[in-house]
């Protein structure tokens, strides 16, 4: 039985085919969460993941879930809840309070959104690497979502729902901008039914790679800012 390497702070990630078939995906364990750190993870297709008192592990599964832009569901019981309530959405205006609100719903799945991984994602936010989607009602948040961008590249980590449905509408409305932008893709890292309900599906890790690198160069021109009409486009969808 192969030994899972150790990071230290110097060493890069192994080689992604190395990774475990059992539990998918398991790379390495080890390592920072420094900002260096992190893009070189996400733009190598490894995302950072632990539950409980375990190190930090790193993660690379075979298939990955993702969802395409064109490919996002959105329910009728979703579309009627948004036409019943007056909601707006934003970029950027409390990533802190989504991630805290994120850790409280993981707590429990094991916790993994540590204070040590929010600290380092807030960082990300600081440098406009990671973002936060977020749906409020009148003036209140009710649900969002954060993740980080790389050139047109959107890697998805967790979300919340305060009110239900809110989470879907963060994504759909996030899928629909992305879009816009020419984004090929939203990473989900790891399917589950609630992922699937939105439209995500499982590709091969190499296609994964493949689509990722083709779009981590280009440069990010976007404002983060949802175009006017970005729930009209969620209804018509």
């Not at 750190?37 to 592990?57: C, D, E, T």
């Not at 890292?189 to 992922?195: D, K, M, V």
């Amino acid at each position: 039985m192969s030994l899972l390497p150790w990071l230290n702070p110097e060493n890069a990630f192994p080689e992604l085919h190395t990774a475990l078939d059992e539990p998918n995906g398991l790379l390495a364990a080890g390592g920072d969460l420094s900002p260096a750190r992190l893009v070189k993870a996400y733009s190598a297709g490894i995302f950072p993941w632990s539950s409980g008192n375990q190190p930090l592990l790193w993660w690379s599964p075979d298939p990955r879930c993702v969802v395409y832009p064109d490919n996002v569901h959105v329910s009728r019981s979703l579309k009627k809840a948004i036409r019943k309530q007056k909601l707006s959405l934003s970029f950027d205006q409390c990533f802190e309070e989504v991630i805290d609100h994120c850790a409280r719903g993981e707590e429990e799945t094991g916790g993994w959104i540590t204070d040590e991984m929010k600290s380092a994602y807030k960082n990300l936010a600081e440098q406009s690497i990671a973002h936060s989607v977020e749906v409020w009602r009148e003036g209140n948040l009710i649900g969002g979502l954060y993740g980080i961008c790389l050139g047109n590249c959107f890697f998805g980590e967790s979300m919340f729902s305060v009110e239900s449905g809110a989470s879907k509408l963060a994504f759909a409305a996030l899928c629909k901008q992305v879009k816009r932008w020419g984004f090929p893709l939203i990473d989900c890292q790891i399917e589950n039914e609630h992922l699937f309900s939105l439209g995500a599906e499982l590709i091969s890790r190499d296609k994964f790679i493949a689509t990722i690198e083709s779009h981590l160069s280009r440069e990010q021109s976007v404002v983060w800012s949802f175009d006017d009409d970005i729930i009209d486009d969620v209804l018509a969808s």
